[in-house]
């Protein structure tokens, strides 16, 4: 029986298959297309001033923090 294999076998492709996979075929590879650099227009940059708010006119700053003469006394 196993003669019969072999011979049938020998008169295939598989007769030379030892082991392992198959190994898979590889699909072309497809080629990318080449991009063109196209420079982009950069729009100028309006910087416009912000008005100062009326709150903001506000003088909030502390005092100086100054010491009176030693002389005087606070009454």
């Known amino acids: ?3 019969l294999i072999r011979n ?3 008169d295939t492709d598989l007769g030379n298959v030892v082991g392992g996979n198959k190994p ?3 699909a072309p590879k ?3 297309p080449k ?3 196209v ?3 950069v729009p100028p940059l309006n910087i ?7 709150i903001d006119k506000i003088d909030i700053s502390f005092p100086s923090g100054k010491k009176s003469p ?3 006394k606070k009454k």
């Open 1 to 3: 029986m196993k003669e």
């Open 8 to 10: 049938k076998m020998n």
């Open 24 to 26: 898979e075929e590889k």
């Open 30 to 32: 497809k080629k990318q």
């Open 35 to 37: 991009i063109e650099k």
């Open 39 to 41: 420079p982009v227009p």
């Open 48 to 54: 416009v001033p912000v008005p100062p708010l009326d």
């Open 70 to 72: 030693k002389n005087e």
